[in-house]
């Protein structure tokens, strides 16, 4: 068994969490929560609609997902002093959006409950750090460029098709940006949030639908078949040890951080075990979340926006039917310029950590893999991105083994 890290001796007192937060910090959590709190759910809409579940089913695994993860995430953040952001895997979900035509509901939460079972397993033994160390940054840091590219592409084209609502976000943006003084007291990305609201409201576009409040977070019994954990375990394994905690482990790197990727990979595990018993998909590090965590303010009260950004998904969770109603109620193009302008510098810092120096060759078939988002055995192109990227590089790129920092 691995030597799990452990948290700090001196853990941070309320006190001090406090005047750690200040606007900034306030802001990057607030982004980060609305970003969780609107295209990845729609995600989950989407899948559970097309397979067949039941609005309790939905509601319920909305809440798992958010309460569950906000709880980890506030109690992870809180102890190391790190942004470690827990939510759940999207790719993952898509995984099962495939697989809900031919398996019931039971049957998949079989599949995450032993999934969350192997990732616990993983975390002790130790092997998931192993791994992570043998693949390059820069490979690491080009699929998280490819998976952060539609964010940039997104920005650009709500810009062209609503720039009623668009424009007046990225000019606010700009001009907080440039303005250091102003920026200083209205981070740039929150002064586009409320730019835009307001535009929203100007145009008479927000237009939520009637419906329940409060989630009813229900207990569901799983049901274990050789099919459907033959067919999951591993692809959804995957998603959330290689897709998404690499990316998260990557962008924490790139920020200056030292996850415990061993401790965060068991918390991962157990997350999904409690979050399956109430209908909820697999927990993951997640990268676009911890991209916004970091993406402003001192690296040293990063974990405050983290905090921030956990305390806000309890309440999601809480009132999770309504919450999704009203964000989704937004223009598209609200959503979509308020998360391009939020990622600009992940994605920067993205592709410079990935084409500054080595594996340059491995990085650029990493990227363009990851966009093309090749589906293998229904595994994503995310991770073939970062098989075939890492046999170019060691095909092509040999020397650069050799000379690894």
């Known amino acids: 068994m691995t030597q799990l890290t452990a948290p700090r001796r001196q853990r941070v007192s309320v006190r001090g969490l406090v005047d750690d937060l200040g606007p900034t910090q306030a802001a990057n959590g607030l982004v980060a929560l609305v970003f969780a709190a609107t295209g990845p759910v729609a995600v989950i809409l989407a899948v559970g609609t097309a397979g067949g579940l039941s609005r309790v089913e939905i509601s319920s695994w909305i809440f798992a997902v958010f309460f569950l993860n906000g709880l980890l995430t506030i109690a992870a953040s809180w102890a190391y002093r790190q942004p470690l952001s827990f939510f759940w895997t999207i790719p993952g ?140 375990v591993v692809p959804l394994a995957i998603t959330v040890l290689v897709v998404q905690n690499g990316q998260g482990v990557a962008v924490l790197n790139q920020a200056g951080h030292r996850p415990p990727i061993n401790v965060a990979t068991v918390w991962c595990g157990i997350g999904s075990m409690l979050s399956a018993t109430i209908g909820g998909i697999s927990s993951c590090l997640t990268g676009p979340t911890s991209s916004l965590l970091v993406a402003s303010g001192k690296r040293e009260r990063h974990y405050a926006a983290a905090v921030v950004c956990g305390a806000l998904a309890l309440v999601v969770g809480l009132f999770a039917p309504l919450f999704v109603r009203l964000m989704l109620a937004t223009p598209p193009a609200y959503v979509a310029t308020l998360g391009g302008l939020a990622m600009l510098r992940a994605l920067q810092g993205a592709f410079v950590a990935s084409f500054a120096h080595r594996f340059t060759l491995g990085a650029l078939v990493t990227f363009l893999v990851t966009i093309t988002d090749v589906t293998i055995f229904n595994i994503g192109g995310a991770f073939w991105g970062i098989v075939l990227g890492l046999a170019a590089s060691w095909i092509l790129e040999p020397a650069d083994f050799d000379h690894r920092e």
């Open 93 to 232: 979900t898509v995984v099962v959006g495939k697989s809900l035509d031919h398996l019931t509901w039971p049957e998949v939460l079989g599949a995450f409950l032993v999934t969350g079972a192997l990732i616990v397993v993983l975390g002790l033994t130790g092997w998931v750090g192993r791994a992570m160390a043998v693949i390059p940054l820069p490979l690491v840091m080009a699929m998280v460029a490819g998976v952060f590219l539609r964010f940039g592409t997104d920005l650009v084209g709500a810009v062209r098709s609503d720039a009623a609502i668009a424009a007046p976000m990225v000019l606010a943006f700009v001009a907080l940006s440039r303005i250091t003084s102003l920026g200083r007291w209205m981070p740039p990305v929150l002064g586009a949030l409320l730019v835009g609201a307001a535009a929203v409201g100007i145009a008479g576009s927000f237009a939520p639908a009637s419906g329940p409040v409060l989630a009813s977070p229900t207990f569901q019994a799983p049901v274990f078949t050789t099919g459907a954990l033959l067919e999951l």
